[in-house]
């Protein structure tokens, strides 16, 4: 089985779990969206939205109940039921759930979207950085925009567990090619689940450097030393995000951006 399919194989065992999850803290009123990305994101009502990874729709639902027209996509067959599920058991009927791997959705899907997004956790698993910003490009209106929220990759290279104690030690290198092999998988929405996948080292050269030859200029590249609960830190501020106390001011455990097509100008 190639590294994609492990993962595949991987994420479905925890679509179960990250309904039931995500399913009680919107019942239960509790389902916080990342405030970085709502005040970065700005107004979306009326647009409409492709969600890259989407998981099981958690964020796909707050993007639709946000007046966006939203299609997620994930690659994880069981993910997208539940994602379906979640959006028919709180009644929002601006979404819709396509089962995809990024890498193929230029083949798979036709569509033209006003706004591409991608969330927290996502971008490392990805083999192939050129190909997903050419598919970024691909399906965003030549007005369009699209907008990443994710792990800052400096961060990523830390040993997060010495992390908590306050000890910065580099444990994944960087500038690594080849993917990091863990024998277990999530644990930040539901319990974790044994299972062999892999996940690849990004740098922000290499992120900017490919939607730059993909044909999309960057209007902001945002670093934050808060993130989403659940993706690191060790104490939760008065917003909901998590963050390191000695390290605040001095880490950057997240990245968000925007980028907007290159406009072509015939020259005359
Ligand atoms: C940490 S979750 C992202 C959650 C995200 N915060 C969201 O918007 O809900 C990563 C997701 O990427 C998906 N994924 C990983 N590789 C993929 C690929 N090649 N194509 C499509 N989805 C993929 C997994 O199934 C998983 O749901």
Redesign the pocket.
């Known amino acids: 089985m190639n590294k994609?399919e492990q993962?595949?194989k991987?994420?479905?065992l925890?679509?179960e779990g990250?309904f039931n999850h995500y399913k009680t803290q919107f019942v239960e009123d509790r389902y916080q969206f990342n405030p970085i990305v709502l005040r970065e994101l700005g107004d979306i009502s009326g647009k409409t939205l492709l969600?890259?990874?989407?998981?099981?729709?958690?964020?796909?639902i707050v993007l639709a109940r946000m007046g966006a027209t939203v299609t997620?996509?994930?690659?994880?067959p069981d993910?997208i039921h539940y994602a379906r599920k979640l959006a028919e058991d709180l009644g929002v009927e601006n979404v819709r759930f396509l089962t995809?791997?990024?890498?193929?959705?230029m083949e798979i899907h036709a569509g033209k979207y006003d706004i591409v997004?991608?969330?927290?956790?996502?971008i490392g698993?990805?083999?192939d950085l050129n190909r997903w910003a050419k598919t970024i490009r691909h399906f965003l209106k030549d007005d369009g925009f699209f907008y990443a929220h994710?792990a800052h990759p400096f961060f990523l290279a830390f040993d997060e567990e010495k992390l908590n104690q306050g000890i910065t030690e580099i444990k994944y290198p960087y500038f690594s090619k080849e993917p990091d092999e863990d024998e277990q998988i999530g644990g930040?929405a539901s319990e974790a689940k044994e299972a062999k996948c892999y996940f690849w080292m990004y740098t922000m050269g290499g992120l900017v450097n490919a939607l730059s030859r993909a044909g999309l200029f960057i209007e902001f590249l945002n670093e934050h030393d808060r993130c989403?609960p659940g993706m690191g830190g060790s104490a939760t501020d008065e917003s909901g995000l998590s963050y390191y106390p000695s390290l605040e001011g001095a880490l950057p455990l997240t990245f968000s951006l925007k980028a907007r097509p290159v406009r072509r100008t015939t020259g005359r």
């Open positions: 994609v993962n595949k991987a994420w479905n925890l679509a990250h969600h890259l990874q989407c998981n099981t729709g958690a964020d796909s997620g996509v994930d690659f994880a993910n995809g791997d990024v890498m193929e959705l997004f991608t969330s927290d956790g996502a698993w990805l083999p994710d930040y989403a």
